[in-house]
């Protein structure tokens, strides 16, 4: 099982053509609009490995007036490899660690306030859907910024479902917590 990795995402924007490192990053941020953006030094040190990897090689270096810019493009090793990940299935995760829940358990554990805690919880998740629904709202927003924002939102409203139900359990999951 291989899991989605900045050398996939660099190798996927690479199938369309030769890039300069610059442009990968400018890409990658347009690509995927929730997710973090990638560094300019995470963008080189990775296309440094997928070239001692063989699953890219500069392509060309140009100045154009400016700075120096190598040009990167996929092998045929890279190409297969990127198919590879692409078809696998993403299994569900054998283990769910959720910091919610975690510290839920800890605020009993240490005398806190686990009810207060996940109050304030919901209105911080709740202000996230408010953001990624202006977002994905917005005038001009493009389909891959619509569908990650509602990825992200179905994320935070299953974690409010989660929170609402918890919050009702938690005279129960105190008394389990406190025997234990």
Same mark, same amino acid.
């Given at each position: 099982?291989?899991?989605?990795?900045?050398?996939?995402? #660099?190798?996927?924007?690479? !199938?369309?053509?030769?890039?300069?490192?610059? @442009?990968?990053?400018?890409?990658?941020?347009?690509?995927?609009?929730?997710?973090?953006?990638?560094?300019?030094?995470?963008?080189?040190?990775?296309?440094?490995?997928?070239?001692?990897?063989? #699953?890219?090689?500069? @392509?060309?270096?140009?100045?154009?007036?400016?700075?120096?810019?190598?040009?990167?493009?996929?092998?045929?090793?890279?190409?297969?490899?990127?198919?590879?990940?692409?078809?696998?299935?993403?299994?569900?995760?054998?283990?769910?660690?959720?910091?919610?829940?975690?510290?839920?358990?800890?605020?009993?554990?240490?005398?806190?306030?686990?009810?207060?805690? #996940?109050? !304030?919880?919901?209105?911080?998740? %709740?202000?996230?859907?408010?953001?990624?629904?202006?977002?994905?709202?917005?005038?001009?927003?493009?389909?891959?910024?619509?569908?990650?924002?509602?990825?992200?939102?179905?994320?935070?409203?299953?974690?409010?479902?989660? %929170?609402?139900?918890? !919050?009702?359990?938690?005279?129960? #999951?105190? !008394?389990?917590?406190?025997?234990?």
């Amino acid at each position: 099982m291989t899991v989605m990795s900045t050398r996939h995402i #660099l190798l996927g924007l690479l !199938a369309s053509g030769p890039s300069h490192g610059y @442009d990968l990053k400018r890409r990658h941020d347009e690509r995927f609009p929730q997710a973090r953006p990638l560094a300019y030094g995470q963008v080189y040190t990775t296309l440094q490995r997928l070239v001692r990897d063989g #699953l890219a090689e500069v @392509d060309g270096t140009d100045s154009d007036g400016g700075p120096e810019r190598t040009t990167y493009r996929t092998t045929d090793d890279g190409t297969a490899e990127l198919s590879r990940w692409a078809g696998e299935i993403a299994p569900p995760a054998p283990f769910v660690t959720n910091e919610i829940f975690a510290k839920v358990v800890v605020s009993i554990l240490s005398g806190g306030d686990p009810a207060a805690y #996940l109050r !304030a919880q919901r209105t911080a998740h %709740m202000e996230r859907m408010r953001e990624l629904t202006a977002v994905k709202a917005a005038r001009g927003a493009d389909l891959a910024t619509v569908l990650s924002a509602d990825f992200a939102l179905n994320h935070l409203d299953a974690d409010l479902r989660w %929170m609402t139900t918890t !919050a009702a359990r938690l005279t129960n #999951l105190t !008394a389990e917590v406190d025997t234990a």
